[in-house]
């Protein structure tokens, strides 16, 4: 199982970046899948998440309304994209795939880097 991230890079406050999370999962419609991060000296957190659907999505607080999570089964990618960035958005991005039960299907990806500076 592979999950590969792309997209990171250095932007302006203010800019976009589409981050992409291509899965090597057989069942990739079958997982829930999530972006998280973790900024210098900070714990990772939830950025936002997607049902296996596609139906429902979630966010977290600081990010609301700024991004946006999607997917496409067909291509078993998930995306998000990241508008009105900010200095603090500034993070290791990794996606995350998961299925019940947990704690045997939950996979990772190696991360990648965004940085907000000016």
């Known amino acids: 199982v592979q999950l590969v991230e792309s997209g990171g890079g250095l932007v302006q406050p203010g800019g976009s970046l589409r981050l992409s999370c291509a899965a090597s999962?057989?069942?990739?419609?079958?997982?829930?899948m999530s972006w998280y991060r973790q900024g210098p000296g900070k714990e990772r957190e939830l950025v936002a998440a997607?049902?296996?659907?596609?139906?429902?999505?979630n966010y977290g607080d600081l990010v609301k309304g700024r991004f946006a999570i999607s997917r496409d089964n067909a291509k078993k990618t998930v995306y998000l994209q990241m508008n009105s960035l900010k200095p603090e958005d500034t993070a290791v991005y990794y996606c995350?795939?998961?299925?019940?039960?947990?704690?045997?299907?939950?996979?990772w990806g190696q991360g990648t880097q965004v940085t907000v500076s000016s």
């Open positions: 995350n795939a998961r299925r019940r039960p947990w704690s045997t299907f939950n996979y």
């Open positions: 999962l057989f069942t990739f419609s079958t997982y829930d």
């Open positions: 997607i049902t296996s659907a596609g139906g429902i999505t």
